[in-house]
């Protein structure tokens, strides 16, 4: 996909590459399946080579560095977005945004401390990294 917009786009502004990119590209990136939620250093990376090598299409941005590119493009890591929207569907799950009889129930702790919220999630602790990445439900 980058090729083809290399190939077609060959002078293109910012606002032009951030359209291609949002409506061609990053769906991909977000929504592939096999690579939806990632929890290894180097697949992290290698999502993130894809969003690098894309902002080096821009050629008033080519010689910047990469966090240069996505202040230009007004765009994050993909790692980022990542996390920001698993924090995101954690809330809306335990503060009862979704039907309770579809969403898994999370375990909270119950700890009532003068500081936090009774939102806080159990965490359990896993000797090996067989569970540690799954949604753990009561």
């Known amino acids: 996909m980058l090729d083809l917009i290399n190939q077609y786009f060959k002078h293109m502004s910012i606002p032009t590459f951030v359209a291609l990119y949002k409506s061609i590209i990053r769906s991909h990136l977000d929504y592939f399946c096999p690579v939806w939620s990632p929890n290894r250093k180097g697949d992290i990376e290698a999502l993130e080579k894809v969003q690098k090598r894309a902002t080096k ?3 008033v941005l080519k010689n910047l560095p990469y966090k240069d ?6 765009m994050s890591t993909l790692h980022y977005r990542q996390v920001r929207e698993d924090m995101t569907e ?7 945004k979704y039907d309770t ?6 375990k909270t702790t119950g700890i009532q401390a003068t500081r936090g919220n009774d939102l806080r999630i159990f965490k359990t602790c896993f000797k090996y990294d067989l569970h540690k990445f799954y949604l753990l439900i009561e």
């Open 57 to 59: 299409l821009i050629p």
């Open 69 to 74: 590119h996505l202040k230009a493009c007004n």
């Open 90 to 96: 954690t809330f809306k799950i335990l503060s009862g």
């Open 101 to 106: 009889n579809v969403v898994p129930h999370l």
